[in-house]
């Protein structure tokens, strides 16, 4: 049972072009969740997302960032016209049910965005 | 709004020692806590979840305790191992809007020392 897929594990991206990180949550898993972790800080949280809805996306920057998790294939968090402030490993999660109950998140090995 | 701190300063303890970690949260009490492991590069791993109605859980070399008084969880690793080095998360689980969002602190990195 393959855990949670990122793709890229690392991209590097000019100032001002797009990056487009993709998630391919646990076989099972319906919930997908988008943490961003800057050097020497928290996991922060950006989004939470069921099959074609976004749930809470209060952690996400109004403008340049969308996330989104269609019926078919796995949920993309997109950053446009990126900065330098944007360089951060951003992590995917996901669950089988809502975080209920102490349900347990499963995180991926993140993707490390680099902006030069 | 919710506050977690744990110790930003890195721990470093002689192997074979009792490593102890401190979680310390302000505002409201979670339901449920749960720690994490980092490794450099990785994404974290799920270790150990507590309730707010448990005082204790133990997993093999694993102990979390949970005081809702003080606000306060402990992290302890006995017969520590260099292996154990990593850093370690604590998140709360807090209700809003119906389900339980899940909030970090910065987590405590630990240096098991041979």
């Known amino acids: 049972n393959a855990g949670v897929m990122q793709n890229p594990r690392h991209l590097v991206r000019r100032r001002g072009q797009e990056a487009r990180l993709r998630c391919s949550p646990m076989?099972?898993?319906?919930?997908v969740y988008w943490y961003r972790q800057l050097p020497e800080e928290g996991l922060k949280f950006m989004v939470y997302?069921?099959?074609?809805?976004?749930?809470?996306e209060s952690g996400m920057p109004k403008e340049r960032f969308s996330a989104e998790f269609p019926k078919e294939g796995p949920s993309i968090l997109r950053i446009q016209q990126v900065v330098r402030g944007d360089s951060a490993a951003y992590f995917c999660?996901?669950?089988?049910?809502?975080?209920?109950?102490?349900?347990?998140?499963?995180f991926g090995e993140g993707s490390w965005l680099t902006v030069v | 709004s919710q506050k977690i701190e744990q110790n930003s300063e890195a721990l470093n303890i002689q192997e074979g020692k009792t490593a102890t970690l401190t979680c310390n949260y302000t505002?409201?009490?979670?339901?449920?806590l749960q720690w994490y492991r980092q490794d450099p590069g990785r994404g974290p791993v799920f270790l150990l979840l507590i309730r707010e109605n448990e005082k204790e859980k133990r997993k093999e070399r694993l102990k979390v305790t949970f005081d809702t008084t003080l606000k306060q969880s402990l992290f302890h690793i006995t017969a520590s191992q260099p292996a154990d080095s990593a850093t370690y998360l604590c998140a709360l689980l807090l209700t809003r809007g119906g389900y339980q969002k899940v909030t970090f602190g910065t987590g405590t990195k630990l240096q098991v020392i041979p």
């Open positions: 997302l069921q099959k074609e809805n976004i749930i809470d």
């Open positions: 505002n409201y009490s979670p339901a449920y």
């Open positions: 999660a996901s669950s089988t049910t809502g975080p209920r109950s102490g349900n347990t998140i499963y």
């Open positions: 076989k099972g898993h319906s919930h």
